[in-house]
């Protein structure tokens, strides 16, 4: 078995990870599906240089990180339902024979609790991580007399005199596993001092993951030493704002926006390394729904400025929200709030884009190029809305693609931007002027102002380069864009030549009518969803693995769902990032899986 054969290597080379790259074997050796992941935690048995015993026993030796899978019970029910549901029923005997025969069926492994890794930090900086791999198990000696008789080394065990709780495995030639028992657990490393760390009982360090995922990896950043902490912080902040210095022939207003901007990133490193207490990346399937999730998660302490952070970005009603729960291709939502301090970055970037913009056109009058005076005021409308929305701390924003054949795609999207009545005419006599400065731009002569009217706003269209994504999209000629602004915001839509006004003014509409937020989920600050079995369709590479991912999708998309759903919300004192895969997806999944496995690979 290859995770035994990666601890007899690992315990040769103490100073190293053991690197696995070979989970199933015979029929099943592929990407290590579902219970190859068990087996994938089990391999990473240790590393990095011994450390001294802590001088206070008694005190729990917390890792810094923890992988863990549920328990190999669950993993081969999601391997059973899934070659079940995907229509290859074929692969449940394989993947049981490899239990059987390979494995061994597991001897003296709990089935039923989580298995794993602890990761632990070296004794200074300098020294690299070292790892704890946990196992359950029912019974000590036939589990220990099970991992050494797996290949490619036979090895022996023994219990360490004196000692009632610990055994060494040795594969000869000196390659050594340290085991030492906690609860109903092993733990296993590859040096002697290690094991003498007083380690936490696995079980109930992974039970608040092994409840919420079938599999996890989280970093446990309340384990760090606070001292360790404010080292890094300190010379991580110490780093970043040295290249924050002015630059040689550096502008001023470029350089007072780089250093704002700057200045922000480290604010907010600065909070999530001294506030998060946990970042979790985990997964899970629901074997009754056949919908897979994958979550990240971010754990902030109570009543922390991240907290409060988070708190303060729940999601707001949308101007565009009516439009955001019908059929489409592909969805993006954004409606939120800004920080006082994004505010005031934004704000900054604004003023010294129009300044900036201003000497430019200034320095045209000066050398006889083609403006006026008026040219700098054209602008202001602009840039007025745009500081208008940033002070009113709403992000509001959606962009969509309809449609179901090629060349028959209409992408309809807006954002809010207030800037009052005027605005719609002020922003045709802006573009106007970019027209009129630019004689040789063969795309601007292009661009058609107020070609129709929509609730009597002007709306503009210009013409799209028959490239290859808008070929795929509008048809051979490339399609058209049409664009319009309101009072509130701007608009536009692009479709196949003759239909984007259609389009823009079809959109519009429907997002006038009332939305039903009674009957709406709580909605999310950031939302995406995309209709796979649609871009499908859009691929136009050739092969063989092209056409055998077709092949299987259209089998596995027949009557069921194939959306991926993206949402970021807060949660508590938590900001969860979330990402879900409807069945015909996970099908899908299990069909290729089981086409690789065959030998029919991708």
Same mark, same amino acid.
């Given at each position: ?459 503009? /269209?210009?013409?799209?380069? $028959?490239? %290859?994504?808008?070929?795929? =999209?509008?048809? +051979?000629?490339?399609?058209? *864009?049409?664009? &319009? ?79 991926? /759903?993206?949402?970021?919300? $807060?949660? %508590?004192?938590?900001?969860? =990032?979330?990402? +879900?895969?409807?069945?015909? *997806?996970?099908? &899908? ?14």
């Amino acid at each position: 078995m290859q995770s035994i054969a990666s601890l007899q290597a690992s315990a040769q080379s103490i100073s190293r990870f053991s690197n696995p790259s070979k989970i199933f074997r015979g029929p099943l050796q592929i990407h290590g599906l579902l219970l190859g992941l068990i087996l994938l935690f089990s391999t990473f048995s240790t590393a990095g240089f011994s450390q001294d015993a802590p001088q206070k026993p008694a005190r729990v030796d917390q890792p810094l990180l923890l992988s863990q899978v549920a328990n190999v019970e669950t993993l081969e029910k999601h391997g059973r339902t899934l070659f079940e549901k995907c229509e290859r029923p074929d692969m449940i005997p394989a993947m049981e024979m490899w239990l059987k025969n390979d494995l061994k069926e597991l001897k003296g492994v709990d089935r039923t609790r989580p298995l794993g890794m602890m990761m632990y930090l070296g004794d200074i900086l300098t020294e690299p991580m070292w790892a704890a791999t946990f196992i359950p198990v029912t019974n000590v000696d036939e589990f220990l007399g099970w991992m050494c008789s797996m290949p490619p080394t036979p090895g022996t065990f023994q219990k360490v005199e004196g000692s009632a709780d610990r055994w060494k495995v040795s594969f000869g030639d000196n390659a050594n596993v340290h085991v030492v028992s906690r609860g109903n657990y092993l733990i296993m490393v590859g040096e002697a001092e290690q094991a003498d760390r007083n380690f936490p009982d696995p079980g109930p360090l992974c039970e608040p993951f092994a409840t919420r995922y079938d599999a996890s990896f989280s970093g446990l950043l309340k384990n760090i030493p606070i001292g360790l902490k404010s080292v890094f912080l300190e010379f991580a902040k110490t780093t970043l704002r040295a290249d924050l210095q002015q630059r040689d022939n550096e502008p001023a207003e470029s350089y007072r926006l780089r250093r704002a901007s700057g200045e922000s990133v480290i604010k907010q490193f600065e909070r999530m390394v001294s506030d998060a207490e946990e970042v979790t990346i985990g997964a899970r399937l629901n074997r009754e729904t056949m919908v897979a999730t994958i979550e990240l998660e971010v754990v902030g302490t109570p009543e922390s400025k991240l907290v409060k952070a988070f708190s303060a970005f729940p999601g707001r009603h949308s101007q565009f929200g009516a439009l955001l729960d019908r059929e489409t291709t592909l969805t993006v939502g954004v409606s939120t709030i800004l920080e006082p301090e994004q505010q005031t970055l934004l704000q900054q970037v604004w003023t010294t884009a129009e300044q900036v913009l201003k000497k430019e056109i200034e320095k045209s009058i000066a050398a006889g190029k083609p403006g006026a005076p008026t040219d700098i005021d054209a602008f202001q409308p602009l840039f007025g809305a745009l500081q208008r929305s940033t002070q009113a701390g709403l992000v509001d924003v959606f962009v969509q693609m309809i449609g179901a054949e090629r060349s028959q795609y209409e992408v309809v999207g807006g954002f809010r931007l207030p800037g009052g009545e005027e605005f719609p005419l002020a922003l045709q006599k802006l573009v106007q002027l970019i027209k009129d400065r630019q004689p040789d731009n063969d795309r601007l002569q292009k661009l058609e102002l107020d070609v129709a009217r929509i609730n009597d706003f002007p709306v503009h /269209r210009a013409t799209l380069d $028959p490239n %290859g994504a808008n070929r795929r =999209l509008y048809g +051979e000629d490339g399609g058209e *864009l049409a664009f &319009l602004a309101t009072p509130e915001a701007i608009w536009f839509a692009a479709a196949s030549k003759g239909q984007a006004i259609a389009a823009l003014r079809k959109t519009i509409d429907e997002a006038a009518k009332p939305a039903d937020d009674a009957t709406r989920p709580e909605r999310a600050p950031i939302l995406v969803t995309a209709e796979i079995s649609r871009w499908v369709d859009l691929i136009d590479r050739r092969g063989r693995a092209v056409e055998t991912f077709k092949e299987e999708s259209a089998i596995a998309f027949k009557g069921t769902g194939h959306q991926v /759903r993206f949402r970021m919300k $807060p949660s %508590g004192d938590a900001l969860k =990032l979330q990402l +879900e895969f409807d069945d015909g *997806l996970v099908k &899908l999944f299990g069909r290729l899986i089981a086409r690789s496995q065959l030998g029919n690979e991708l």
